[in-house]
């Protein structure tokens, strides 16, 4: 079971940057999003909506303490950020955890702490970018294609084509 912690969520500042991790998550292959900081009933709204209309079992849920979350974590918890480790020499590491993992992406401002709380810390390149760009390319290399590919089965299906844009509604 792969589960994604996004530090730290602030209404309004961050709904999209959350949502797109969270829509992310669930189309390249994790199997729940939990996040931290404010509690918003609208963000997952939003993403539960993609879930009933595009299938999967994909879950979105707040979490008061993160700390708590990862202290209780009964697994791996693989902290993404430009100061870790190059992912293209740690991914086989942390493919070969037998445990469930927690991919932990930070926001804006990182707790200073969040290094008590983790296993590993992994770096997609070593130069800034965003959590959904480092989320979506660590997936990529723990899981493959094969990992967002298939076991939607929602009512909504794309038909894919060279141009123009076909959907199959069921
Ligand atoms: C806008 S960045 C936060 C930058 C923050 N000021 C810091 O010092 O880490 C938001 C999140 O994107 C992710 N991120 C950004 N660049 C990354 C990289 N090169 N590798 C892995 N994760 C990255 C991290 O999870 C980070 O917490």
Redesign the pocket.
């Known amino acids: 079971m792969i589960t994604v912690l996004r530090l730290e969520h602030r209404v309004g500042r961050d709904k999209r940057m959350t949502t797109h991790c969270a829509l992310a998550a669930r189309a390249l292959g994790a199997d729940r999003m939990v996040y931290s900081g404010d509690h918003d009933g609208s963000m997952e709204e939003n993403v539960e909506s993609v879930s009933e209309r595009w299938g999967g079992d994909f879950e979105v849920e707040h979490v008061k303490s993160w700390k708590n979350y990862l202290k209780n974590f009964d697994g791996k918890r693989v902290y993404?950020?430009?100061y870790?480790l190059p992912i293209q020499e740690k991914i086989e590491d942390v493919k070969n955890f037998e445990e469930d993992i927690c991919v932990v992406?930070?926001?804006?401002?990182?707790p200073g702490d969040i290094y008590d709380y983790i296993d590993i810390q992994i770096?997609?390149?070593?130069?800034?970018?965003?959590?959904v760009a480092?989320l979506a390319v660590f997936l990529d290399r723990f899981l493959g294609v094969e990992g967002a590919e298939g076991g939607f089965e929602g009512s909504v299906e794309i038909v894919p084509k060279e141009r123009g844009k076909e959907i199959k509604e069921s």
């Open positions: 993404l950020s430009m870790g992406v930070g926001g804006e401002k990182i770096a997609v390149t070593n130069q800034p970018h965003s959590e480092a």
